[in-house]
């Protein structure tokens, strides 16, 4: 194995990861050799399929219940975490929510639902995470491409929050650089899940956007997780990186 992507041992942490592109992080790195801790809501027998398969990669694997709009349950899941793995080299902010509605109509707790589980969650799973990861650790952050190219007008809160990441993530990365530990963030388009299917009512519009052409499916976004935790991107701090079949070109 190439040692620049080698990732044997180390030990993950997935939010929000019993099904989709989080599912598809969570087994792409336990193939790469990680032992993967994943939160889930509310779709436990997801999230212990998920384990189950882990496990039969070999690998050390946990499924923890966690709310992530909720602090206590953040600062709780962390802390199971690492109790479960010994320590935590690789942290994946994938959980968030998805809610739509033009702005003159969006209920003001439906925003605050949104603040709470895509802005404020990732902030208070990295802040808990931090004190944990050691030189050469890594936080990786899932957003969406919409976050740069918003369509459709029910959408401008939604993006909103996820354009927050921008910040987040390149302020963090300054913050934690003299530490040896990385921040990214990748922004995948239209993806192939239960949520958003390739044959769903809307795909062919959106497929009309991507130069591309295609949905894009986890294994795509998983890709850019493993190369983002490995040695090989030592040097890639504070980026954001489009998996998005061209939609953002």
Do not use: C, W
């Amino acid at each position: 194995m190439n040692k620049d992507f080698e990732l044997t041992n180390k030990r993950a942490l997935v939010t929000g990861a019993s099904r989709g592109i989080g599912a598809g992080i969570a087994l792409a790195l336990a193939e790469q050799g990680v032992d993967v801790a994943i939160t889930y809501e509310r779709s436990a027998e997801l999230a212990l399929e998920v384990v189950s398969k882990i496990k039969a990669l070999g690998r050390n694997a946990i499924a923890i219940q966690a709310d992530s709009g909720n602090p206590e349950a953040i600062k709780r899941s962390v802390d199971d975490a690492v109790s479960a793995l010994g320590g935590i080299d690789i942290l994946v902010n994938n959980a968030g929510i998805a809610l739509y509605n033009t702005v003159a109509e969006f209920a003001v707790e439906d925003i605050d639902t949104l603040l709470k589980v895509n802005v404020r969650g990732p902030l208070l799973v990295s802040q808990a995470v931090i004190p944990h990861l050691t030189k050469g650790g890594r936080i990786i952050t899932i957003d969406s491409a919409g976050a740069e190219r918003i369509v459709g007008e029910p959408g401008t809160v939604y993006f909103m929050t996820k354009n927050a990441l921008h910040s987040f993530t390149r302020g963090l990365a300054r913050e934690l650089g003299p530490k040896d530990i990385t921040v990214n963030l990748i922004q995948p388009g239209s993806t192939n899940t239960d949520m958003n299917p390739e044959d769903g009512e809307f795909s062919d519009f959106q497929r009309s956007l991507m130069p591309l052409g295609r949905y894009s499916e986890p294994k795509d976004i998983a890709a850019a997780v493993t190369f983002f935790a490995s040695p090989a991107a030592r040097q890639i701090s504070g980026a954001i990186l489009n998996v998005d079949g061209g939609l953002n070109t």
